[in-house]
């Protein structure tokens, strides 16, 4: 029997639609006491088109850009309950060029639970994802994780940036094709030099996250794996639920950005280099 899919009278399967997804409802605990929200501390300045005038360009803007470089038209923001600085400041989105939705929780186990909190609204959707407060580059990375996923087809696509200290970042392991076999979270030692800083997903991936976070297992072990050992601040972790997909048969590639800069401003001390490297730039 003919495989139906070689008639040319059939019409062209429609890749999924790439919404971004920004988890932003931690309280900066490194960084306490602090006048607002990390997401919207300015880290540089950026040209007002209708003034001509240089403005604040704060933390969350320059991942919001990367989403529009990539043609990516909507993002949601999942926020704790009482950050309304953030929707106040990027209102609707026009800032940033996307359309921009909040949803609003009081409170969350970490990251991939702050995700979650979007799930009615990631059906037959693909999701770009990043830390608010990861200043990388290139502006062109998500366009490349989309563009790998779609040749690929795979279940996840993450960005890999040559780390300076892995005992505070999640390395990966990765053949010479961008396959990704084993992710390590913060080695006190290895011989792995990539960690991810940024993803692209399918829903098979949002479908997964959301039935892990409500397994009998991860309940039973929630206190081992929210803790200090895989995040700073001891809550759960995405590179958690990263490991137990790859161990479910989840497929996983990559894309290298060997020469990109990437800056987690999470901490005072990387915060200010932030503040020193883009407070003079415009762009």
Known sequence: MNDPREHSDLPPQVPLEVVGLVPAAGMAKRLQP????????????????????????????????KFKTAGITK??????????????????????????????????????DTLDRAYPFLAQKRVAFG????????????ARLIQRQEETGVDVVLGLHLIEDPRVWDMVDCDEEGRIHALVM????????????????????TDFLHRFLRADETKRNLDRLASKANDP?????????LQAAMKAGLVMQSVKFPGARYLDIGTPENLLKAVREFGGKIG
């Open 34 to 65: 602090f006048p607002c929200s990390k997401e919207v501390y300015p880290v540089g300045f950026a040209m007002d088109q209708k003034s001509g005038l240089p403005r604040p360009k704060v933390a969350a803007q320059y991942l919001l850009e």
């Open 131 to 142: 830390f608010p407060d990861i200043l990388f580059g290139p502006d062109d990375a998500y």
């Open 186 to 205: 913060k080695p006190a030692s290895t011989t792995l030099t990539y960690g991810w800083c940024c993803a692209v997903w399918t829903p098979v991936f």
């Open 233 to 241: 601040g001891g809550d759960l972790a995405v590179g958690i639920v």
């Open 75 to 112: 993002a949601f923001l999942v926020i704790k309950d009482g950050k309304w600085d953030i929707p106040n400041y990027f209102r609707e989105g026009d800032l940033v060029g996307l359309s921009l939705a909040y949803l609003v929780i009081a409170g969350s186990l970490g990251p991939p």
